[in-house]
């Protein structure tokens, strides 16, 4: 184990790595396979979202410097040789493919995932109560950052991930490791009729996901229905990894859009982000 591992373990499969308070969620058997990967939290920044978060996107609430800075220590913790490729996220279905370091400096292109095999590039998506996910696999050394709000979840953005991985570089679902990283879907994450009926439209049994609050109110869990079109796109059970921890309810580590838009008016953006390790 590394010496900046603590070696705690929040859930099978993850554990911390901390580097002069930038503390990270690493998913293991991603990490063993050969994949550089990780979860961010608000801890040992300089943004003052109130004071001292690591804000990594938002430029309209921050300031470049202060998110360049953030990054930079960020990455430090994963391997600074590593350069990052994110996109114009949109709440929709476009999969970006990154083929060349081209593409991966350019960031406003409207997607909210990427793929990719080049080595030397971690794919990363922002969240802040939406549910990232990681994807890589084993065979192939391809791999994907996934973003998926409810929208997203509607539209099936992670199957359709994975059978871009699957078209593009004939990636078997089976030899796919999955990581679902920290998320709104605690007891507080509450919807109204419209996401109700949104999932009702697109999945069979969708109430399986909601638990009945007030009138006309429930709770959904995203991360339940983002495993489930996982294992409907040929990954195993085994293989898909769910982090236990709500934004919601630990805004002392994470961002959260539904507290803290409330509570101060702005708040900053989690990366998850992944990459390969070796050529």
């Known amino acids: 184990m590394p010496a900046d591992d ?3 373990v929040t ?44 804000n990594l996107s938002g430029f309209d609430q921050d300031s470049r410097e202060n998110i360049a800075e953030n990054r930079r220590r960020f990455l430090a913790v994963l391997g600074s040789d590593f350069k990052l490729a994110t996109a114009w996220q949109v709440h929709g279905d476009a999969i970006k493919r990154l083929e060349t370091i081209d593409d991966v400096d350019t960031s406003d292109d409207r997607a909210d995932a990427l793929i990719s095999r080049l080595t030397g590039v971690l794919a990363g998506v922002k969240t802040a109560d939406c549910v990232p996910i990681l994807l890589g696999d084993t065979s192939t050394g391809a791999f994907a950052a996934v973003h998926a709000g409810w929208r997203g979840t509607v539209l099936s953005i992670v199957k359709k991930a994975v059978n871009a991985m699957t078209t593009t570089y004939n990636v078997r679902p089976e030899n796919i490791i999955a990581a679902i990283g920290p998320a709104a879907g ?28 007030r009138d006309g109110h429930a709770l959904v869990d995203l991360k339940a229905a983002n495993r489930d079109q996982l294992l409907e796109s040929g990954l195993k059970p085994g293989d898909i990894y769910v982090a236990p921890l709500c934004t919601i309810e630990r805004t002392d580590l994470f961002f959260s859009y539904r507290v803290e838009k409330e509570k101060y008016g702005k708040t900053g953006r989690l990366l998850s982000v992944i990459g390969r390790k070796d050529a």
């Open 186 to 213: 605690c007891e507080k994450y509450e919807v109204g009729h419209d996401v109700m009926d949104a999932f009702a439209d697109n999945f069979e049994r969708s109430e399986r996901y909601f638990t009945p609050r």
């Open 11 to 54: 859930e099978r499969g993850f554990f911390w790595r901390e580097r002069l308070g930038v503390k990270v969620l690493i998913c293991r058997p991603l990490e063993d396979a050969g994949f550089a990967n990780g979860f961010s939290t608000r801890l040992g920044g300089i943004s003052p979202l109130p004071a001292n978060d690591l």
């Open 6 to 8: 603590d070696g705690t």
